[in-house]
């Protein structure tokens, strides 16, 4: 391995590093009729809480949410070149839509993140999202594992973020 990371601390940053390459995730759901994949514009908190906004009433991801809150999810640059060392997070984990108890973090989570997605109409108050009638909401997906891939840093191998660095960001 070019590079051992240590501790806690140096997961955290590799992970999050790795996180913000792109603002793009592709998420694996399930279905009645099978696997589906999206590609979503995304954010994350400091405890890695990833954040999605879509629309419930049309999309197809967003249904199988409802049905079944096992999910994956895949985050890379896409602008990598085919000669470059490609480098990447996976995550699997459970996913929600986002209620009134949690929709102020993910608002400011997401468009912190996305800020030329803010909607500029007051309507769109952050109390909103979390409402059935509202057209667009969160999902919140909290990892139960985050998985690195670094050609560089782990010779071409992914390797399993431990579970206490995971565990120390929640705390």
């Not at 070019?2 to 793009?24: G, M, P, R, V, Y």
């Not at 999910?71 to 602008?79: G, H, M």
Request: a negative charge.
């Amino acid at each position: 391995m070019a590079h051992e990371l240590k501790n806690i601390e140096e997961w955290t940053q590799f992970a999050k590093e790795k996180l913000d390459a792109s603002q793009f995730l592709s998420l694996a759901t399930q279905g009645p009729e099978g696997p589906w994949v999206c590609p979503l514009y995304f954010a994350y908190d400091k405890h890695f809480n990833l954040y999605v906004l879509s629309q419930p009433a049309t999309s197809l991801h967003m249904q199988h949410v409802a049905e079944n809150s096992a999910v994956a999810c895949a985050v890379y640059d896409s602008r990598q070149a085919p000669s470059s060392k490609v480098a990447g997070v996976q995550i699997k984990g459970k996913a929600h839509l986002v209620g009134a108890d949690e929709v102020r973090q993910a608002f400011d989570t997401y468009f912190a993140a996305t800020p030329a997605r803010t909607p500029a109409a007051a309507a769109y108050r952050p109390e909103a999202y979390a409402e059935d009638t509202c057209i667009w909401r969160f999902v919140k997906i909290v990892p139960e594992e985050i998985w690195v891939f670094s050609e560089e840093d782990f010779e071409g191998s992914r390797v399993r973020m431990p579970h206490e660095a995971l565990d120390a960001a929640r705390s």
